[in-house]
């Protein structure tokens, strides 16, 4: 059985990365329009999924609802969270994000194309530590007196 993802967990996480909870219950969640309310910030609930495990639904509202449903992506996908988002649940509204916890499969996943992504940089920064201490040893050499023979 999967692991059940509890409301006060993703609440915290989520003020910690800076959201603000504007603490609305279910029935004013999927009452009216998002942008209705006047700061951004999110609201979260409780559900369970078809299997029984406990599940969360994080909705973002303000002005600016889209850049808040995006912050709170970023957020949890953080690799120190270990949660998987997903907007496009069936019974989700616009504004809303199914939230559980990743799994090791999806984890291990998020590794790869990370590190992936960083190999180009890693080569760089490799090369460029190989060309510096290849130049200090030449400096060294020349400063005791010793010069290549070329």
């Known amino acids: ?19 603000i909870d504007i603490g609305l219950d279910e029935a004013a969640q999927k009452a009216g329009c998002p942008a209705d309310h006047e700061t951004d910030g999110f609201s979260v609930r409780q559900t369970s999924d078809a299997a029984g495990t406990l599940i969360v639904i994080a909705a973002a509202f303000g002005p600016d609802w889209f850049a808040t449903m995006r912050a709170i992506r970023f957020r949890l996908e953080q690799p120190y969270v270990k949660c998987h988002v997903t907007g496009d649940a069936p019974g989700l509204a616009d504004n809303e994000l199914l939230v559980r916890w990743a799994t090791s499969a999806e984890l291990q996943a ?6 992936q992504a960083q190999a180009p940089l890693v080569r760089q920064f490799r090369h460029q530590e190989a060309q510096r201490r290849a130049e200090e040893k030449r400096q060294a050499l020349e400063v005791a007196g010793q010069s290549g023979l070329f």
């Open 1 to 19: 059985m999967p692991r059940a993802t509890r409301v006060h967990t993703i609440r915290r996480h989520l003020i910690q990365g800076g959201l």
């Open 110 to 115: 998020r590794k790869r194309a990370q590190a």
